[in-house]
């Protein structure tokens, strides 16, 4: 089992190149399978969870040739329409296959989805936009079966809680429907943007992607086509929050500053820095970093993914910063993790007062998810002494190459085994 190895107490300085969007990549490879055709998408990350739906979708019959960050998909194969349970158990994005397969083949016994585990994110949204186009829809033994006779029928359709996966997986699935789906408050990421835009070169008729309603009118047939995916906004604001967290001086290259203004926003009122460059974002800090109040929210709101990761940079600012979760039931397991590296943090119902506190230390903690894993990989970089992160595969779901990235900053970083472990101790 492999950990990851930090020894804090370093500004991090220069600049690191952004990835591919794993929260595009995910949608927009299904989407590459609506059509018994070759697509090529660009800039695709070589994470984890990528790699997953790879595997699910090979298992189902489509090719792929991934070399670099170029991925070519060839659905003509796809014939199978249960996806592989133990594959589907790893990550919710596996639910996107439901979308996929209903609008492809008629038919999907998708595996009810793992993943992160903060929080209840029900696919039950889901569940109800199918059956709203037509589909028969029940869940046995584990699975969502649903099934149209012909063709799912557009339908206006509203989704709760402006649902990112909701929203994708219906413009998946009623893009060969007949006539037209109308989806009311709709989700706005940049995400669900982009993969409107891909959805649109394959020849499907998308509009109003970034705003609070997507008309969908149906065709019969899409096609393949040629892509390059957004930069990863949640990857970008991570390193920036190491930059700040470390007292820094940090540049984001290859992103796009208006996908995560709220962030700025809010580093720059904590006392950091903040500029925009022709090819990315800098933040610098020079002085003690001050408390701030965030409350999360849909885009272009505070993305709850930025959460974790803004609770580890403000552990020691001046004050008591609080951050109160809306989108999601539940996301605050990785406290406990960085109490354990003398953070002071209080949960209180759906907020986090943190109390900035002068030091933290090293200690052994978990990645309990992926946002929790870059929480305590900040809370590592600012601590005194040694800290030992394992579960790094859910670090390994949303980012490629973090070590390597960490180190080109600066950060006295190692991956690891537990054998090399016990020799350093």
Known sequence: MERIVITGGRPLRGAVRVSGAKNSSLPIIAAACLAPDVSVLENVPHCQDVLTLQAIL???????????????IDAGGLYRTIPDYALCRRMRASFYTAGLLLARMGRAEVPLPGGCSIGTRPVDFHMKGFA???????????YMKASVARRAKGAPFYVPR?????????????????????????????EVVDTAVFLNLMGARVRGAGTDTITI????????????IIPDRIEAGTYLLCGVATGGDVLAEGLIPEHFQALLGKVT??????????????????????????DTAPYPGFATDLHPPLAAALARARGTSSIRETVHD??????????????????????????????????PVEALDIRAGAAVVIAALTAEGTTEIRTVENIDRGYEGLTEKLRSLGARVERVDDEAIREVV
Not at 132 to 142: D, P, Y
Not at 217 to 228: E, K, P, V
Not at 288 to 293: G, I, R, S
């Open 58 to 72: 090979a298992d189902l019959g489509v090719r792929f040739e991934f070399a670099g960050t170029r991925m070519t």
């Open 132 to 142: 709203a186009l037509g589909a028969g829809v029940a869940t046995e033994h584990g």
């Open 162 to 190: 402006s649902s990112v996966g909701t929203t994708i997986n219906l413009m998946l699935a009623a893009s060969t429907a007949r006539g037209v789906t109308t989806l009311t408050n709709a989700a706005r990421e940049p």
């Open 217 to 228: 009118r149906g065709i019969s047939a899409l096609h393949g086509a040629q892509y390059t």
């Open 269 to 294: 009122e904590a006392g950091a820095e903040t500029v925009v460059e022709p090819d990315g974002v800098r933040v610098r800090v020079a002085r003690e970093l001050a408390a701030v109040d965030v």
């Open 330 to 363: 539940s996301r605050f397991a990785y406290v406990d993790e960085l109490r354990r590296m003398g953070a002071e943090m209080k949960v209180e119902g759906d907020t986090l007062r943190i109390t900035g506190v002068e030091q933290l230390t090293g200690a």
